[in-house]
């Protein structure tokens, strides 16, 4: 985990920008495949640097195009992740931390599809963690494919964006400006619209 998550830096990935264009210039099947089998075992490690993953993807293949390398990498890595937590640690760690699990349960019986966009749409959490986290729940898997796929788009895609421009970066927090946050903020909340609304159905 230790040598990978060191190349997982902005200046890493900058100083090696210019060298990873050549050779997309003459390999762009096997970079494709590379770029996308590096994002699957990050995620799926639980490796911090999935953002800086994302900007290499958008400086590599465009908006456009990086978004779905990413949007393949992320969810399958994700996917991993999550049936690895729940299906090695799960046992242990419900019982570990019943109560804190028992507020993520609540929130899902409600609306899976619906809490796993929020929680995707806000970048508030650790990719990695989350993946982990939904893992210990008894969030259905289709759920949390489809949810993941489509609450991180958006997200992915402001920071292939960005990405275009990656050798002008100079820190992560310069993208998630407070307007983005906002708008992201706003895509959460209404992906939490049909759950407050059955809510409120049920009150007397």
Same mark, same amino acid.
């Given at each position: 985990?230790?040598?990978?998550? !060191?190349?997982? !830096? ?40 999935? !953002? ?9 293949? /465009? ?20 049936? @690895?937590? #729940?299906?090695? &640690? #799960? ?28 929680? #995707? ?13 939904? /893992?210990? !729940? ?5 759920? &949390? ?18 990405? #275009? ?5 100079? @820190? ?15 895509? /959460? ?16």
């Amino acid at each position: 985990h230790y040598d990978l998550h !060191t190349y997982l !830096t902005l200046s890493k990935i900058q100083s090696v920008q210019a060298d990873l264009a050549i050779f997309k210039a003459g390999h762009p099947v096997l970079i494709s495949l590379l770029y996308i089998l590096i994002y699957i075992a990050t995620a799926a490690l639980s490796i911090p640097g999935a !953002t800086i993953l994302t900007l290499l993807g958008g400086a590599l293949f /465009g908006a456009v195009l990086g978004t779905f390398h990413i949007a393949i990498g992320a969810t399958i890595g994700a996917t991993l992740a999550f049936l @690895s937590a #729940r299906f090695i &640690f #799960r046992d242990d760690q419900e019982s570990k931390y019943a109560d804190k699990l028992a507020t993520f349960n609540q929130g899902i019986e409600k609306g899976a599809l619906n809490y796993v966009l929020f929680i #995707r749409l806000i970048p508030l959490f650790p990719f990695f963690l989350v993946n982990i986290v939904l /893992g210990l !729940t008894r969030l259905p898997i289709g759920a &949390f494919i489809i949810g993941s796929l489509v609450g991180m788009l958006p997200v992915i895609f402001v920071f292939a964006n960005a990405g #275009r421009q990656l050798s002008t970066i100079t @820190s992560t927090k310069d993208i998630a400006s407070p307007q983005v946050l906002v708008a992201f903020a706003i895509l /959460g909340i209404v992906a939490l619209i049909p759950i407050l609304y059955k809510k409120w159905k049920k009150q007397p």
